[in-house]
Nanobody, 114 residues
Framework: QVQLVESGGGLVQPGGSLRLSCVVS????????MSWYRQSPGKERDLVAT????????NYADSVKGRFTISRDNAKNTLYLQMHSLKPEDTAVYYC???????WGQGTQVTVSS
């Protein structure tokens, strides 16, 4: 049974930081290209960042470059998203996704507000 379980979301003030985690089971995590997406109310789900199986290649949406870092620990079957300098426009539900599959997590809410 495939499972992707996100955690780490919450309420944070502008300029603050959060780290999201996604624990994966049921498929070969280490060989999977993984990603984070986000979706705000009334908007499409947008790609935030991707990382290849060994973690050596990452890509970011322009809106988060220099502020967010995607990483992975293949020994723990866990994907991370470290977020710094958060802005109100980063408010969204963040989803973990295995690219080229239909495997998605349930999402974790990130709210950036004073």
């Amino acid at each position: 049974q495939v499972q992707l379980v996100e955690s780490g979301g919450g309420l944070v003030q502008p300029g603050g930081s959060l780290r999201l985690s996604c624990v994966v089971s049921g498929f070969t995590f280490r060989s999977s290209v993984m990603s984070w997406y986000r979706q705000s109310p009334g908007k499409e789900r947008d790609l935030v960042a991707t990382i290849n199986g060994f973690g050596g290649i990452t890509n970011y949406a322009d809106s988060v470059k220099g502020r967010f870092t995607i990483s992975r620990d293949n020994a723990k079957n866990t994907l991370y998203l470290q977020m710094h300098s958060l802005k109100p426009e980063d408010t969204a539900v963040y989803y973990c996704h295995a690219l080229y599959t239909n495997y998605w997590g349930q999402g974790t809410q990130v709210t950036v507000s004073s």
